[in-house]
């Protein structure tokens, strides 16, 4: 079965610095990955996705994601983070034989200023 | 594009009451949509998934008695609570695709906060 790992509950980042939000998969064939963000009281918002190509995937807001196979991993990254950024983020694996979304538990990033 | 709307965005009834919840797809044409729920400080688990014209498919342990799912227009699924108990109360959010997303990406609504007293 298909699924992902967020092995943090919260990030604590300050502002302007580097951030890494962790995701690890578990898939059998080739991974189709997902990032979301969630703000309080609010849906989920697409950040970014891998399904083929360059390791390196950029996303919405100045994010991006490193699709690591040897690992399985697909890590959160930004260069520089905003207080704004503060949210809960979810990792997500498309499972190829039912066609849905898993999520992983997330993970809150809380960026000080 | 591919905007996904909810209605209400909350709401509060009394236990034994029902109440529906809208999901829109407003600038596509949303072939399969997706109901969720989140407990507070949880992931989101999938409900049941339904298809335009089908009956939806429900996932194990979510009663379809009692989430009713209707997805009777391209635009447009509703999910009802029937009978409504405190240990309903939930965040409901829902997720649309359509063929014009492809087979990747699901887009969601702002969700729903359900307290039921």
């Known amino acids: 079965a298909q699924s992902v790992a967020q092995p943090e509950d919260q990030v604590n980042v300050a502002e302007g610095n580097p951030l890494t939000v962790k995701c690890t998969y578990s898939?059998?064939?080739?991974?189709?990955l997902f990032w979301y963000v969630q703000y309080p009281n609010r849906g989920l918002q697409f950040l970014l996705k891998?399904?083929?190509?360059?390791?390196l995937v950029k996303g919405s807001y100045g994010f991006e994601a490193e699709f690591n196979k040897s690992q399985t991993s697909f890590h959160l990254k930004k260069p520089s983070a905003l207080v704004s950024d503060s949210a809960l983020y979810f990792c997500?694996?498309?499972?190829?034989?039912?066609?849905?979304?898993?999520f992983g538990t997330g993970t809150r990033l809380q960026v000080f200023p | 594009g591919a905007v996904v709307s909810q209605h209400p965005s909350w709401v509060i009834c009394k236990s034994g009451t029902s109440v529906k919840i809208e999901c829109r797809s407003l600038?596509?044409?949303?072939?399969?949509m997706f109901w969720y729920r989140q407990f507070p400080k949880q992931s989101l688990m999938l409900m049941a998934t339904?298809?335009?014209?089908?009956?939806?498919?429900?996932e194990q342990g979510v009663e379809k008695d009692k989430f009713l799912i209707n997805h009777a227009s391209l635009t447009l699924s509703t999910l009802t609570v029937t009978s409504a108990h405190p240990e309903d109360s939930s965040f409901y959010i829902c997720?649309?695709?359509?063929?014009?997303?492809?087979?990747?990406?699901?887009?969601f609504g702002p969700g729903t906060r359900l307290t039921v007293t």
């Open positions: 997720s649309a695709r359509g063929p014009e997303q492809g087979a990747y990406e699901q887009y």
């Open positions: 898939v059998s064939g080739n991974p189709y």
């Open positions: 891998y399904i083929t190509g360059d390791n």
């Open positions: 997500a694996v498309r499972d190829i034989g039912t066609d849905k979304l898993i």
């Open positions: 600038d596509f044409q949303a072939t399969t």
């Open positions: 339904s298809n335009e014209g089908s009956k939806a498919t429900y």
